[in-house]
Nanobody
Framework: QVHLMESGGGLVQAGGSLRLSCVVS????????VGWYRQAPGKQRELVAS???????NYADSVRGRFTISRDNAKNTMYLQMNSLKPEDTAAYYC????????????WGQGTQVTVSS
């Protein structure tokens, strides 16, 4: 069984920082692409940042330069460092571990809430 567990969310003032963590149980992590997504009330879930198994990263335009995604394969953990937070960053944040090539899989965490006050 594979489980993803996020942590690090909370309430922060605009301009502040948070670091999200996501621990992935099981033996898939080293070969998985990983990503962070977010969903604000009334909006669709959107990609925030992703990092493939070989290390290339991708960011949403709205967070590029403020957020940094990273992974530690030895700890089966992915991170999202969020700086210069804005009220519009308020959302539930979800981590994802997936693989498009065989063997395919797609796992999600339960989400952690990030609230940025103005």
């Amino acid at each position: 069984q594979v489980h993803l567990m996020e942590s690090g969310g909370g309430l922060v003032q605009a301009g502040g920082s948070l670091r999200l963590s996501c621990v992935v149980s099981g033996s898939i992590f080293n070969f998985a692409n990983v990503g962070w997504y977010r969903q604000a009330p009334g909006k669709q879930r959107e990609l925030v940042a992703s990092i493939i198994s070989r290390g290339s990263t991708n960011y949403a335009d709205s967070v590029r330069g403020r957020f940094t995604i990273s992974r530690d394969n030895a700890k089966n953990t992915m991170y999202l460092q969020m700086n210069s937070l804005k009220p519009e960053d308020t959302a539930a944040y979800y981590c994802r571990a997936y693989r498009d090539a065989f063997p395919r899989y797609d796992y999600w965490g339960q989400g952690t809430q990030v609230t940025v006050s103005s």
